[in-house]
Nanobody, 119 residues
Framework: QVQLVESGGGLVQAGGSLRVSCAAS????????MGWFRQAPGQEREFVAS????????SYVISVKGRFTISRENTKNTVYLQMNSLKPEDTAVYYCAARFRGATGYGVWGQGTQVTVSS
């Protein structure tokens, strides 16, 4: 199955932008829908955004809609999360995840990348 490695996290000021990436290997990337999740200290992991295997369908949690954009390049086996107008409450570890087409849940997870937004 596919393995996932996130990158691109870091420290950014409120109002700034950051793009995190997730590189997949070891599987057929286009067989998977992809998602981004995040977990802030002391909180449960929450869904942020998802993109279908083809890239044609996306969805977002309401708190990031209009600020974050998920995209994928199947030729590069990579999914991205462009984050604009960042807020301190966006601070979290961001995880990418893969869901095999037709499956009900995300079965493969990356190790996460820290995003910190200072006020």
């Amino acid at each position: 199955q596919v393995q996932l490695v996130e990158s691109g996290g870091g420290l950014v000021q409120a109002g700034g932008s950051l793009r995190v990436s997730c590189a997949a290997s070891g599987g057929t990337f286009s067989s998977y829908d992809m998602g981004w999740f995040r977990q802030a200290p002391g909180q449960e992991r929450e869904f942020v955004a998802s993109v279908s295997w083809s890239g044609r369908s996306t969805s977002y949690v309401i708190s990031v809609k209009g600020r974050f954009t998920i995209s994928r390049e199947n030729t590069k086996n990579t999914v991205y999360l462009q984050m604009n107008s960042l807020k301190p409450e966006d601070t979290a570890v961001y995880y990418c995840a893969a869901r095999f087409r037709g499956a009900t849940g995300y079965g493969v997870w990356g190790q996460g990348t820290q995003v910190t937004v200072s006020s």
